[in-house]
């Protein structure tokens, strides 16, 4: 069963046309990767799925549910959570304050939160320390850890290895895996293809604002030459 799925989604930022027509689905309890070349939509879909930038046509279907045309804060309430590329954690705050800002429905729930320092142990570690004294993956973790504060059923997530060192790396796998574990489904935008290609069980991959190829992960993993057309580098270049 599908839990995301976009059907024809354009979308405009002013004058500029950036989604033609993007078709994609997500089933429940899986990971999608979204793979292309820089400039190709991907940050724009994930963010147009959120109503951050609205669909200028199509739709964005939920648990079967339109959300096209909903506010982001109701997207997120349904049950999506968004980390973007930036992380849009708050550096001046402690990392208690920065996840106490993220519970919006009310006091963090203690269970959910050792949960959370299961999959993220830094966090407990660093809990008084300001979020801009934290390492680049440790912001990831807490951009991540915010995300889940409240029950979320699909995560989006934006390029979460962006200048991690490889150790780091593995533990987001690790951390994700986790996540799919729980019933989480999750739909990533990633460069570093170890990364896509140990977690994805779908890919995407986007060139001018659509959707050029569609597999499973295994699949693109054994056809270098659509690796070569789309993404300019075979996947093999990065075991």
């Known amino acids: 069963m599908n839990l995301l799925q976009l059907q024809d989604v354009h979308t405009h930022i002013g004058k500029y046309h950036i989604l033609h027509g993007v078709d994609l689905e997500v089933e429940q309890g899986r990971i999608g990767v979204l793979l292309g070349r820089n400039g190709a939509g991907k940050s724009t879909t994930l963010r147009t799925i959120m109503g951050l930038w609205r669909a200028?046509?199509?739709?964005?279907?939920?648990?079967?549910?339109?959300?096209?045309?909903?506010?982001?804060?109701?997207?997120?309430r349904g049950g999506i959570g968004y980390v973007p590329e930036d992380m849009g954690i708050f550096s001046t705050l402690k990392v208690r304050e920065n996840m106490l800002l993220a519970a919006r429905s009310g006091p963090m729930d203690e269970s959910r939160l050792e949960w959370i320092f299961g999959l993220f142990p830094a966090l407990k570690k660093f809990w008084d320390t300001p979020a801009g004294a934290l390492s680049g993956g440790q912001k990831q973790m807490l951009a991540i850890g915010r995300a889940l504060i409240e029950p979320r059923r699909l995560l989006l997530i934006d390029e979460p290895t962006k200048g991690l060192a490889p150790a780091v790396i593995q533990h987001m796998i690790d951390a994700l895996l986790e996540l799919k574990r729980n019933a989480i489904t999750v739909l990533l935008v990633e460069q570093n293809f170890h990364f896509a290609r140990s977690l994805g069980d779908t890919v995407h991959i986007l060139d001018d604002g659509k959707v050029v190829h569609r597999a499973s992960m295994a699949e693109l993993v054994d056809d270098e030459a659509t690796q070569r057309r789309h993404l300019g580098l075979g996947l093999g270049a990065h075991q």
């Not at 046509?57 to 997120?76: E, K, L, M, Y």
């Open 56 to 76: 200028s046509s199509g739709s964005v279907r939920f648990d079967a549910q339109d959300i096209t045309r909903r506010a982001t804060p109701d997207i997120a």
